[in-house]
């Protein structure tokens, strides 16, 4: 099933504290945001990519490009503040009723299996999320103190990509903007519409890179994929 890819490149790396956007760190010599970039690249069924940057990046980015033969980037558009004002330039950019596919620049380890799952049960359902069983046991806590044991049973992480009807996002987030909700993720608003959000098994792999130990792992995970593991 076909589909346009938002990928989002346009935070600030905080909690990587390389000084720089994770999106431009290395793994195995490729930076992060082409290992994500050729995932699509590579998948047949992806129509076309819209990339969301900062605007004071976009030469560093057009040059990766260049350099790493990326072709199906139709458009480089500017993110905002938030990860949601960042996903909402990018939707305002592409036009149609078919499916979107949103996805973390910062998930390089996407596999086309899962992309096909999730962007299947969104066009049979409007929305769709890969997500994993939670595998710790989780509790809230405060000052240090445990509040709360959450039941696991029905705990899941929730991932990128998560994939939608064009017209069914765009107006999930025009809802969500008046009335000014955060969230971390684009499902939440569908949500937040009492609208239902399908969950699609993904795999533990599909790791966000976020801080250092995520790159020592990917290093790892790539090395093993390389030599056929
Ligand atoms: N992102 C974005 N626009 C923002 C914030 C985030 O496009 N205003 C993107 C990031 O580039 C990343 C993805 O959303 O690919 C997931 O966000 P996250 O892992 O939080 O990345 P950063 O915001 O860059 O990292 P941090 O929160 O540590 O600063
Ligand atoms: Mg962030």
Redesign the pocket.
Known sequence: MEYHAI??????????GAGK???FLNILDVPVVIHTLRAFEQDAACLGITL???KAEQTVFKDLLEKFHVTKVQRIVN?????Q???YSGLKAVSGEGIVLIH????PFIKKEQIADVVQSAASTGAAVLAVPVKDTIKKVESNKVIETVNRSSLWAVQ?PQAFRLPLILQAHDYGRSINAEVTDDASLVELMGRDVAVVKGDYRNI????PEDLFFAEQYLRALKRGD
Do not use: F, P
């Not at 990928?7 to 990587?16: C, D, F, H, S, T």
């Not at 973390?104 to 998930?107: I, L, T």
């Open positions: 990928i989002l490149a346009a935070g600030q790396g905080k909690r990587m956007n994770k999106m969301v940057i900062n993110g905002g503040k938030e990860r004002d960042s996903v973390d620049g910062a998930r990128t966000k890179i976020t801080t």
